[in-house]
């Protein structure tokens, strides 16, 4: 493989707090090779269509502290077709780009391999979204910033559910990963803690409930994985606890989107400076269609299609800590 002299970069799929940190990693040992960068807005729409920006060094200045993706992202139809990455693929030519860092999750890197198959350009991944559920790193890019979040959001409803002696059911994101509500339950010391990965079921839900307020519960927190499939949706299993449990009065939280946003944490800035500079490390050394994850605190390379295959298995000592210390 040719050595690269010009690296795109793109941020694709959901944003995730890290990612401007990661861009920035990038372009500057980029700088640090005497290699060119070039910014690619909107992920591969912007691929599509051209959007690209030189970058320098001071370029990213003052964005290692920014949450989200300066770059923008967006999720693109067109690059679905062949049509759409043969256009991207003669905008890369035509801008003299010999190589790709792409930031995002599964669908990223899912993209990205069958552009590599297709033109035989050099790509490698970064791993950016909060859900954490990318196979081959122990820790995604925006994780970290969004456990705290959750914690700092549940510790603030906490203080409404002992004020009123309520039972709070509150829903975090973690489609088909359970790793945001099981580390935030156990930090924000939640009650009980629904999964993806567990089918706790409802009449052992109510059962561990009731034995709550038997022991001298006022209030209690129930955190719940948006993918959990213990009801059709938590209004539902709202509505089934207070109908089944008279003596809880349930209100429902729905986090959502704002788990996305804010400052990345300290781990997510040196998470993403590490991977950012082991992508332009990767490529100098030949590599492509690999993601750079960490492991056991090892920067490392995984294959696109072991890192698309399946999220990390959950950590099921952490499953055991959370059911001694909720009692």
């Known amino acids: 493989m040719k050595l690269p002299r010009k690296i795109g970069i793109l941020t694709s799929g959901g ?16 700088t640090y090779y005497n290699l060119e960068s070039v910014g690619i807005y909107r992920g591969f729409e912007g691929l599509i269509e051209g959007d690209f920006k030189d970058l320098d060094a001071r370029s990213v200045k003052n964005i290692i502290n920014r949450g989200g993706t300066f770059l923008k992202t967006a999720r693109s139809k067109d690059f679905m077709t062949v049509e759409g990455r043969k256009k991207a693929f003669d ?54 910033t969004a456990l705290n979040t959750v914690v700092e959001a549940i510790d603030k409803i906490r203080d409404t559910a002992n004020s009123h002696n309520r039972l709070f059911l509150v829903e975090v994101m973690g489609r088909d990963a359970g790793d945001i509500a099981l580390n935030a339950g156990i930090g924000a010391g939640a009650e009980e803690i629904l999964i993806p990965e567990q089918n706790m079921g409802r009449e052992r839900l109510l059962e561990s409930l009731s034995r709550s307020k038997k022991s001298g519960k006022t209030s209690s927190i129930v955190v719940i994985s948006e993918g959990d499939q ?12 207070e109908e089944n449990l008279k003596e809880y009065e349930v ?22 400076s590490r991977l950012g500079v082991g992508a332009v490390d990767a490529l100098l050394r030949g590599e492509t269609n690999v993601m750079i994850g960490i492991i056991h605190n090892r920067v490392t390379s995984v294959p696109f299609s072991e890192a698309i295959k399946g999220s990390n298995e959950i950590d099921e000592e952490l499953i055991r800590v959370a059911d001694i210390i909720s009692i």
């Open 251 to 272: 209100r429902v939280t729905v986090l959502g989107h704002i788990q996305r946003g804010g400052a990345p944490s300290c781990y997510d800035r040196v998470l993403a």
């Open 91 to 144: 905008n890369l030519k035509k801008a003299n780009i010999d190589a790709l860092v792409v930031i995002g999750g599964d669908g990223t890197f899912a993209g990205a391999s069958v552009f590599i198959k297709e033109f035989n350009f050099p790509i490698v991944g970064l791993p950016g979204t909060i859900d954490n559920d990318i196979n081959g790193t122990d820790y995604s890019i925006g994780y970290d």
């Open 230 to 241: 213990i009801g059709k949706n938590i209004f539902q299993l709202a509505k089934y606890i």
């Open 15 to 30: 944003d995730a707090p890290g990612m401007n940190a990661a861009i920035r990693a990038v372009v500057r040992a980029s």
